[in-house]
């Protein structure tokens, strides 16, 4: 199960006012902005990755002249997404993009064993791989991906590399919340942190079976798919989030399209048609109550991924699987969501509804 964070990531959107730039990894994407800046006439000094006054007042002149394109307030940890989306309005800039430049951090708790790390190592860069060959996404350099088998420990961990300045909120809740022990593998992404439970299960230590290792891979690609995303259309911990969000379109469809990624990297094999019939067999959901759904849980503990996943899959059958990026990409360059839909898949979200509606009809 992958689990996105839409609802408590609105609730840390008010503790989270300002950050310092003290990690090593926000130095690519600082570079990146550094040289965009430069540039583009406004002088940020050297492109040397470190936040200094004038850096900060060269991306605030940037941010005055150019309000159309505001994010949120430019910061070391907003770098990436203003260096991002400054290559989205203006490709020539793409070439900072800071990719290349640092590989995925990992930081594996003790408890797993050698064998498993291995794993979770090699998984995570054949999953990178996987996003930049298959889908264009250029990904890396600002995510930590964390991992253990025992909730404190994993407690511990994400506590060091939280991505925001406060500990104000509830680690272990959030924990509690969306690890799912009994299950072999589940996570959940923020803003450059992936979170990996590893279940109780594997906790002997052994390796991963097949079905294990697949249910690895499809949790890995989709809470990067959800990195992606933050990337490119912006952090959501951040004062203009709720705003953000709804200009992003309806949470099912990120949802949904990181679900049609997992599955395909997950069964590569089996036809969309297929994939669609399962999906439509497992909808418990009419096209309102997926609008409206704000996360998980609910009457039906599985009808929020369900829907999601079944329109997921419709649209990846309409545009096929690159329409995600596209999708983002339009939307993290300024263009409205429903826009960005109709000219993504071809039709209005509001007939999109009603085709989900139905197809959803047995
Ligand atoms: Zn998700």
């Known amino acids: 199960m992958r689990i996105l964070l839409p609802v408590i ?3 840390l959107a008010l503790v989270i006012v300002s950050v310092s730039p003290s990690n090593a990894q926000l130095k690519p994407p600082i570079k990146c902005l550094q040289n965009q800046l430069n540039e583009l006439g406004f002088d940020a000094g050297d492109a040397d990755g470190l936040w200094v006054a004038k ?3 060269a991306a605030q002149n940037y941010q005055d002249k150019n309000p159309s394109i505001k994010i949120q307030a430019v910061s070391a ?5 203003w260096c991002r989306r400054i290559g989205l309005t203006n490709p020539k800039l793409q070439k900072f993009w800071p990719s290349k430049e640092v590989p995925l951090k990992l930081k594996l708790s003790n408890n797993l064993s050698k064998s498993q790390i291995k794993t979770l190592q090699k998984e995570s860069q054949r999953t990178l791989k996987y996003l930049n060959s298959k ?11 964390v991992s253990s088998n025992e909730q404190q420990e994993l407690e511990k961990l994400v506590r060091t590399e939280w991505p925001y300045p406060t500990t104000e909120v509830n680690i272990k809740t959030i924990i509690n919340s969306y690890c799912y022990w009994n299950y072999p593998i589940s996570g959940f992404a923020f803003d450059g942190l ?5 279940g109780e299960e594997l906790s ?3 390796s991963f079976s097949k079905k294990e290792l697949r249910e690895l891979r499809q949790t890995l690609v989709h809470e990067m798919a959800h990195e992606a995303h933050f990337q490119l259309t912006g ?21 949904g399209l990181a679900y049609a990624i997992d599955y395909q990297y997950g069964f590569p094999n089996v036809s969309i048609k297929r994939k669609v019939e399962y999906f439509k ?9 997926l609008r409206d759904s704000a996360e998980w849980g609910g009457t039906h503990p599985n009808a929020f991924s369900d829907g999601a996943s079944f329109a997921g899959h419709l649209l990846y059958r309409r545009a096929g699987l690159h329409s995600f990026r596209k999708y983002i990409e339009s939307v993290g360059s300024g263009d409205n969501s429903h826009v960005a839909f109709k000219q993504t898949f071809g039709l209005s979200l509001g007939d999109f509804y009603a085709e989900f509606d139905k197809l959803s009809e047995p």
């Open 9 to 11: 990531l609105l609730i």
């Open 55 to 57: 850096t900060e007042k």
């Open 77 to 81: 940890e907003s770098a990436i997404n």
């Open 135 to 145: 889908l264009g996404f250029d990904l890396a350099g600002s995510i930590t991906i």
């Open 194 to 198: 992936v979170v990996l439970c590893v």
């Open 204 to 206: 002997s230590g052994r």
């Open 235 to 255: 952090y959501y911990g951040n004062e203009h989030s709720a705003i953000m969000y709804r200009n992003r379109g309806p949470k099912w469809l990120f949802e």
């Open 281 to 289: 067999e497992r909808n418990r959901m009419n096209s309102t109550q």
